[in-house]
Each structure stands twice: as C-alpha cells, then as structure tokens.
C-alpha cells in the first residue's frame, strides 16, 4: 500500500504477478477469465506490434474503446514501452472526437468495430494525421474512412515471438493523457505520470483495505479514471481478481455481483438513488459485497443492500487526495488528506480559512510526480491551476476541527453528470453553430437521481424559429447522449456582465422559467440511446 517511488512502473510489476500468481484469476470479461500469466503473454505480445509499427517512448496511442480485455492490454503495452495511452470518451464524434486526436498528436489509434463510424466524422484532415488504426474484432465487413495510412486489424498486433519488449520506465514517465472538461474552453489533456497513477491507486487499496481475496467488480467505462486507475490497476498490484462489465444495469447490479462473488464493487453518485428505484428483489442481499466505492454516506441504501458506501475525494489532476482508511468512516465526509497531500481551505485571494468556513479547496503533493505534469500545450492554464503554489480543484469544502474535509458543491463552470464531467463550452459552441440560434448557456440543474441533468437557455437570432424538438434532432447528430439537454429555454434575452458574458448565476438562480421544455416529460427519446438499446 505504499509502493517505493522507483517501484512505480507497470512492466515489472507485471512480470513479477505472472512469475508469483501465475495461475490466479486477474481479470473477467463476459464469462471469460484471463490469468496473471496469460494477461503478461498478451500485453508483451502486443507491445511487440506496437514497437514494430513504430509506437517508442513519450508517443501517445489514442484508444476509443468500449470495455474489453483489449483496452486494458492495449494500456499495459503501451506502459511497457513508455509511451502514453489516451483514453477516449465512448461517444464522442465530430469536434469532440477531432479535438481529442488533434490536440493528443497521437500517432495511431486503437479503435472498437463498433465505433469505427465515428471516426468518418472527423474531418480527413485529422484522419490522416493518424499513422494506423488497429480495430478490435477485424476489419472484415467495416467501412473504414479514408486518410490513416494503414488498418489492421487489432489481433494482428500480437506477435508472441521475439525480444521482451519492455523499456526500463520509471515513476517520471507518462502513462496517460486523460482529458477532463473544459469549463470555459475546450477539454484539457491531463498528462500523469506512472508516479500519479500509482498513488492514486494506492490511496485507494487503503481506503478499501482491498486484498488478494478480494473480487472488485466495476460497471464502470475504462475510458474513465474510476474503472481503470482505481480499478484495474489496484487489483493488479495486490493480485486481486477484477471482472469487468459492458455496462451498469440497475436491473441486474445484483443479480451480477452475486453471481461473481464480488466483495467489491465501483459506484458513482448517481448509481445509488438509481437501485433503490428498483423493486425489492431476492438479489438485495444475496451478494457477498462488503463496500461500494465512490459515493455519499446513504444509510438507508445501506440498510436496504447489506452493503457500506465508502467516499473519497480526488480529481483527473491530483488522484485521489482525501479518503478515510478502512474501516474507519464519519458520515457525510469524504475524510481526511492522504500523508503525500497538504490541503487548505481559502477564500477568494488564497488566504486561508478557518475550521467550519466554506471555500475552495485547493491540494500540494508533498513527494514528486505524484500529480499531473499539467495540462498539454496549455502553458496558461497549467500556471492559473498551480498559483500561489497550490493546485486550485475549482470546488467548495470545508473542514471540521478533527481534520475532516466535506465537500460542499463546484466552484467551476461544469456539469457532472452521469459521472463525468461535462463541459458547458463544448455544449454551447455546437448548439451555438445552428443558424436558428443566436447565443446559448448551458447549466447544470438538479437531478431527480442525483448529480446534474444539462439545461440549455438560449436566444434565437432575429426572426428565426425553432422548436425543442427540431434542436434535439440536430443536437443528436452532434452530441453523444450525455451532453444532450434534458431542459431547453427560449429567452428574449440573457443576463450580462458588463464586460458582456452571460451571467449564468441568475440564470441558475432564476430556476427553470415557465416556457421551459422537460424533455422526459414531453416523452422525447433519442434516437443514439434507441440505437444502443437495439
């Protein structure tokens, strides 16, 4: 749990599980278990194809994956040859997708046979910036867009005869780029280091005590930090066996965490309200789950599923900085900052506050390369992160006069929803490209579920018309479902700043005004989220 500096690189660590628990069970994927052994066999074997077609140290692989061993040996080969994995959000297209590609400079991408559409909609500038594509399940059958210069497809990479492939790396080399949302401009790639995600992941096996007995299941997408850097990788480094699922069911959570003798298991705030909106089952407690990470303190969940909800707090940038060790709790905290973390609570000029007053908190690493390296190509931005020389996390807490931290809500301009972070610039520069609107704001408003739902108020330009409706059609062409509204506002006029910027304040202050359109209550369902389901 408190893994030296210079023993923080994947490779070795790999090695040493294939040598000592070669036969144990690592990790499950649709009924199908891979060992320690095998998973070591497959990762070296595929980073020989990367190495061959030329991936080398400080490259970056872009993977726009679904959930599948292929993501995780992709991520384990591209860290035994240092270069950097970036993991792509599922459902992004057009911009969305060309931004992350662009700004990545990636030089080949992983890609699922089911998502290769997606990449026809970036434009073929972007596309032949990209040196290959390895698809997931072959090329046979796929309608592969031109400009990358070479497809094959992903078992192709394999070539299990040959030199290890491995490059000594250490806790300075890069293991991901992770984009986290704009606020108010574009995503920012997270660059973090192999240090970084190792701390993270430690802070998190003492936050669950987890062991090599331990089974963690995760519903959770692996493009996201939760499923792999807290998932993944903590059940690698104590030889836990992890299973991994396509994705949540609330309909059949329990049924499949009985069923896989999970004693662990991921969550993310919305996930519980979600399963006490299920009937009462004969899977409630049949399960051998002992704790649920990452959500609020729920005693009547608790009660209901025989199960404790553990809380903790961390961000892309910084990992996991705040928790309470197992089995320790006091309710309604995320708890206290891990012994590698300082952390303070400060007012608007970085003053610091006193115990019980609300303001930003902002962290510091007290050992090297155990947070980000910044942001990438975003020198500005890194700097006003890191001001005063402390890392700003854009979000409200306090502290109580035993050392307990509670968050108290976002300071940022952002949506979480579903988990992730959502950035209201990405949504208003796409709905701000229809020739029927003038200006938009997008906002968070309260969830019924919990976490956020997306509002969109916007002004229509001079003697245009445009219904919710006819918006949500040309919006699901352009969006991925999550960043579609469920609210849509036609104003006359937003407020301003007298520097002329909208000020969202009021509007979030005003609430939902009368003409505001529901779309659940209309009875709307997206044609992406219908397709899904087919």
Sequence with gaps: YRLPLAERALGPMLAERAKTEGDRPYLTFDGRTTTFREADRKVRAIARGLSALGVRRRDNVAMLVANSPSFVWSWYACALLGAAMVPINNTYVGELLAYVLTNSGTRGLVIDRSL?????????????????????????????????????????????????????????DIQSIMYTSGTTGPSKGVVMPNGHFFASAMVFLRALALTREDVLYTP??????????LG?????????????????????????????????????????????????S???QAHKLRAMYNSNYDPEFEARFNVRVVEAYGLTETGLTIYTEWPDRR???????????????VGDDDSPLAVGETGELVVRPKRPYIMMEGYLGKPAETLAALRNLWFHTGDYAYRDADGYYYFSGRKKERIRRRGENISAWEIEKVVNAHPAVAESAALAHPSPVGEDDVRLVLVLAPDATLSPEELMQWLEDRLPPLMIPRYIEIVAAMPYTPSKKVEKFKLIADGLGPTAWDREQAGYRLRQVQRKKG
């Design 220 to 229: 959770l997408p692996l493009f996201h930090g939760l499923a792999s850097r």
């Design 116 to 172: 290769v559409a997606a990449l026809g909609t970036v434009g073929r500038e972007v596309r032949e910036r990209l040196e290959w594509v390895a698809v997931v399940d072959g090329t046979a059958g796929v309608a592969l867009p031109d400009g990358p210069r070479r497809y094959l497809g992903f078992d192709e990479l394999a070539i299990d005869i040959g030199p290890d492939p491995e490059v000594p790396c250490d806790h300075r």
């Design 282 to 284: 004969e899977w409630d």
């Design 232 to 280: 993944v990788l903590p059940a690698l480094m104590v030889s836990a066996h992890v299973v991994v699922a396509p994705k949540f069911s609330a309909s059949h959570f329990w049924e499949d965490v009985t069923r896989c003798g999970a004693t662990v298991a991921h969550t993310i705030f919305s996930i519980p309200p979600m399963l006490k909106a299920q009937p009462p």
């Design 331 to 345: 309710a309604r905290s995320c708890g206290r900052v891990d012994a590698d973390w300082e952390a303070a609570i």
